[in-house]
């Protein structure tokens, strides 16, 4: 049974805190930078689950916002892909080894963000149409099942595909949405009790100030900057993951 100290609840709050300025400003990141903090506190479980309740929240809020932006053919086929990856991964929730999830991911994430800092320019992907992209809503899918972490692979590939900053988040970010909302739908009823409520309204006030921050921040970034702040979101959260 988690305790609700005043340590646990001020971590708690700094975690939904920063991943919401995460997010507003990036569109994704959210379950990186919130669980690498309250994974402190709690069982991996329980933090996926806040990760895809108050996420879910978040940017609900956020795809709102930027709803005239979506591109819904675009983001087909991800939809398609992760709805059937998150059984997958909540099924093996319970099964793998997490922590070395968590080490394994954080070393790619890392390796990828400084080389998309360093490089004069990324590789530009073309190939695979619709079905790598269904494939890449898959993985999504699945890493949203392990513990809400489905912007890793869509944001990567995002920027593989050489998308404007408008475009990527307008499909990325539906995208999390979306599985936020399906692992919750699968997760939630195996254990969401009380304590899960209170963590929840706890994060509230942090969600919506981190995300204001964040959404005026992302106002202000040109493209170029855009890519930057991607990479280095993707690097300092694999940092935070190897944490």
Do not use: C
């Amino acid at each position: 049974m988690l305790t609700l100290s005043a340590g646990t609840i001020a971590l708690v709050s700094l975690g939904a805190f920063i991943g919401a300025i995460s997010a507003g400003a990036a569109g994704f990141a959210f379950a990186m930078t919130a669980s690498a903090i309250w994974l402190h506190v709690m069982d991996p479980v329980r933090s996926a689950l806040l990760v895809v309740a108050s996420g879910g929240l978040l940017h609900t809020i956020l795809v709102w916002r930027m709803r005239a932006t979506i591109d819904r053919a675009r983001l087909a086929p991800f939809l398609i892909g992760g709805l059937i990856g998150v059984p997958v991964g909540v099924a093996l929730l319970t099964v793998v080894d997490t922590a070395l999830m968590r080490r394994m991911l954080g070393g790619l994430m890392a390796a990828y963000g400084g080389y998309a800092l360093l490089a004069p320019s990324l590789p530009r992907v073309t190939a695979g149409g619709r079905r790598a992209d269904a494939a890449v809503g898959l993985v999504g899918g699945v890493m949203s099942g392990l513990g809400g972490y489905s912007g890793v692979p869509t944001t990567i590939w995002a920027q593989l595909r050489g998308w404007p900053k408008e475009l990527a988040r307008g499909v990325y970010q539906p995208f999390i949405l979306a599985m936020h909302i399906a692992t919750l739908v699968l997760v939630g009823g195996l254990a969401f009790d009380r304590t899960s409520a209170l963590l929840l309204a706890i994060t509230l006030p942090a969600l919506l100030l981190g995300g204001w921050l964040g959404y005026r921040l992302y106002g202000h970034l040109n493209e170029r900057q855009f890519r930057r702040l991607l990479a280095a979101m993707i690097a300092a959260s694999g940092i935070a993951l190897l944490i």
